[in-house]
């Protein structure tokens, strides 16, 4: 299996470093000129069995492509890529949920390229973990059994552990959604409100993610496991994590830096108009949307979550 990594953002070269263990992999960036040292990923250099291309037409022949751009740029990436990329195993890793067209990025892809073998690799996983060599396990999620197997022998290492899982929709929900909870988590914290509340924000969020994902089709099995509840502990619980830290400075009415990818913000808007068209009551997503869009206060939302009326676990 010849092997391409789309986007050479944090992710993307993470997954290389890792994937190069194995054997030749190019990593494909639109700004590729950084030499062995991608500024997105500082301190680490890149082995030499990574190819650094931002030649499209050439990174795009290997037979397996895995899209690691931001959920928000990847429709309009495959609508003018498609001739080049229909026919591929295209594995997704983007957590979060396209705003314009309210879906994930598996029906995006089956959208743009419709003879493509759709995928999704997600799960608890910084880039610095993994570019170090840290022991990580991963969701790989596809509806085609064979090449589901394929793809997580190609794709697992001694240090990184790939789960098969069938259910598409819930991998994918799960690695968006626990990104509109890490803010909320991270808002809490902030705004030192304490470990009691962000337990109950987490957990209530959980709740949140599940109730959706059954409405949108997926397993209930996929939100507890590393797609779902794995990657909602460690971006509730972490620094590393950039939702998390912008959640932190809504909070603690910090800056932050604009230009960092947090893709739990455009998704809790995302969230917020799916549930509308469902008729779901998804309480913390419709809050995370209004901080992140500054339409509310800290003090205000939190109000206005605790004195919601009282009901049933
Ligand atoms: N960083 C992590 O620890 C991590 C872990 C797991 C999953 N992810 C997911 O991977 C995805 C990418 O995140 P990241 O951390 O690599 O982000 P990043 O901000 O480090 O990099 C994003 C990359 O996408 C590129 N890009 C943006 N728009 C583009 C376009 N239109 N065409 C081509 N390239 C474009 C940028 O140039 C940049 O190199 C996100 O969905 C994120 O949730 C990230
Ligand atoms: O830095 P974040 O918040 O985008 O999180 C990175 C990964 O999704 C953690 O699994």
């Not at 030192?192 to 209930?220: C, H, N, V, W, Y």
């Amino acid at each position: 299996m010849s092997i391409t990594v789309l986007g050479a953002g944090a992710f993307g070269t993470a997954l290389a470093v890792a994937l190069a263990t194995r054997g030749p992999v190019t990593l494909w960036g639109r700004n590729a000129g950084w030499g062995r040292e991608n500024p997105r990923l500082p301190g680490v250099t890149l082995p030499d069995a990574v190819t650094v291309t931002g030649d499209l037409p050439q990174a795009a022949r290997a037979d397996t492509l895995l899209l690691a751009l931001p959920a928000q740029k990847l429709g309009v990436f495959l609508a003018d890529h498609a001739a080049l990329l229909d026919g591929k195993t295209l594995v997704s890793t983007a957590k979060g949920i396209d705003l314009d067209r309210l879906t994930g990025p598996s029906r995006l892809i089956a959208t743009a390229c419709p003879a493509a073998t759709v995928a999704v690799l997600t799960g608890p996983s910084f880039a610095a973990d993994i570019a170090r060599g840290l022991p990580t396990a991963l969701t790989l999620a596809c509806t085609d059994p064979i090449r589901s197997k394929a793809l997580q022998q190609a794709l697992s290492t001694p240090v990184l552990r790939l789960y098969r899982s069938s259910d598409v929709t819930g991998a994918e929900l799960g690695g968006a959604l626990k990104n509109v909870i890490a803010i909320a988590a991270g808002t809490v914290i902030g705004a030192g409100l304490g470990d009691s509340a962000r337990a109950a924000i987490i957990t209530r969020g959980f709740a949140e993610m599940t109730r959706l994902s059954a409405r949108l089709g997926a397993q209930p099995e996929t939100l507890a496991g590393l797609s779902g509840l794995g990657d909602l502990m460690l971006t509730c619980s972490s620094v590393q994590s950039r939702n998390f830290r912008f959640g932190h400075a809504i909070g603690s009415g910090t800056d932050f830096d604009a230009s960092t990818t947090v893709e739990g913000a455009a998704t809790a808007r995302a969230v917020t108009r799916l549930a509308a068209d469902l008729g779901e009551d998804l309480p913390i997503a419709a809050m995370v949307a209004s901080l992140a869009q500054g339409e509310v206060s800290v003090e205000n939302a939190m109000e206005h979550l605790m004195n919601r009326p009282l009901k049933e676990e």
